[in-house]
């Protein structure tokens, strides 16, 4: 079946530096890679996607990069600050079949 | 008030009850689902529904039944209740791309 795979598990940086999260489909008809922060005692909340047709996007201090042939996509923070400690989740949907059923990586627990 | 919600945010039950988790969008957004979340596994998919009426299984679904009546409402109900049933259940609701969660529900089972 679909699986994603993130790596690492936990990471810490010392404020101000880079941070990067890695992910791997499973699932060739995937098209769809949001990432997710969640805060301590909260939900998750969308901060970053990117579609299959787009190699990279930034968001101010946030970009995600996809690499289709090698099914990969990776989250990079730049210029870390404490308000960004949180657990990120990547996920991986295929939103042209119709399910869009959305398979989540295990979580990376960013300390900062 | 707009959004999703979950109910109720905290459940204790016994082995062998039955329990059923509440979730409700005020979207109409099509597509829902159910997810629990527990240390070292993230968020695995127990069930998902593409609109009314049609539901179908996700990563770890045994133990579980779903029902889809109406748009807005996806229940998720556990027949018999066991230990390893203890987690925090979210819900999510999605219209296209992005998914919305609940604020989940944290479920003990004693």
């Known amino acids: 079946g679909e699986n994603v795979e993130q790596h690492p598990s936990t990471l810490s940086v010392q404020e101000g530096d880079s941070a990067v999260i890695k992910c791997t489909y499973s699932?060739?008809?995937?098209?769809?890679f949001p990432w997710y922060k969640q805060e301590l005692g909260k939900r998750p909340q969308l901060i970053i996607d990117?579609?299959?047709?787009?190699g990279e996007k930034k968001d101010q201090r946030i970009a995600v990069t996809l690499n289709k042939t090698a099914k990969h996509f990776s989250l990079h923070i730049t210029e870390t600050q404490p308000e960004d400690s949180a657990v990120y989740f990547c996920?991986?949907?295929?939103?042209?079949?119709?399910?869009?059923?959305?398979?989540f990586g295990t979580g990376t627990r960013l300390k900062v | 008030d707009a959004g999703i919600t979950q109910s109720p945010r905290y459940k204790i039950t016994e082995t062998g009850r039955q329990v059923t988790l509440m979730c409700h969008q005020t979207?109409?957004?099509?597509?829902m689902f159910w997810y629990r979340q527990d240390l070292g596994h993230g968020l695995r998919l127990i069930y998902y529904?593409?609109?009314?009426?049609?539901?179908d299984k996700g990563e770890v679904p045994d133990g579980y039944v779903v029902s889809r009546s109406k748009t807005e409402n996806f229940p998720l109900t556990l027949e018999s209740a066991t230990r390893s049933q203890t987690s925090v259940y979210f819900c999510?609701?999605?219209?296209?791309?992005?998914?919305?969660f609940g604020q989940g529900t944290r479920l003990t089972v004693v």
């Open positions: 999510a609701s999605s219209g296209w791309t992005e998914a919305f």
């Open positions: 699932d060739s008809a995937s098209n769809y």
């Open positions: 990117i579609r299959s047709n787009v």
């Open positions: 996920a991986a949907s295929d939103t042209a079949s119709g399910t869009y059923k959305y398979i």
């Open positions: 979207w109409s957004h099509s597509y």
């Open positions: 529904s593409a609109a009314a009426d049609i539901t």
